[in-house]
């Protein structure tokens, strides 16, 4: 995620709890939010005072994949084509295409990996922490989630 990716995020999501809103429940709402902060983040960058977006339709896309979906993950979820997902560090991220494993280039932080795990556990109402390193959980459109926390699995 570009930083100018970040700040729109942070953007949204302090109008989302200014506002009182649910973009989850509301995927329109939550198109038209981003759309308006891309919309004032590149007034201001063309004002000077921040970095210029590449692709604004783009930095639309990751912000909402960010807020409503899986973030960084989403496009592969999206995709058709690809079987399975599974993060093995921040910087080791693969999918499965007809059964034959690729690592990704995504690149992500600890933080990031933390809040998937978290956003993907939310709807099924688990937890994963030192009481309960492993965890088994469905996802709401049926994929199944395993997740083992790095420190169960440190001697």
Known sequence: MTEAVRIITEQVRLRVRRDGVDL????AL???????EVRRYSERALGGSLPLLADEHQAT????ASLTGFGALQPFLDDPDIEEVWINGPARVFVARDGVPELTTLLLTERDV?????????????RVDL????VDASLPDGSRLHVVIPDAIRP
Do not use: C, K, T, W
């Open 30 to 36: 939550a198109e038209q939010y981003v759309r308006d």
């Open 24 to 27: 989850a429940a509301d995927n």
């Open 61 to 64: 896309r990751e912000v909402v």
């Open 114 to 126: 933390r809040d998937l795990v978290e956003r993907m556990l939310q709807a099924s109402g688990r």
């Open 131 to 134: 009481s309960s390193p492993f």
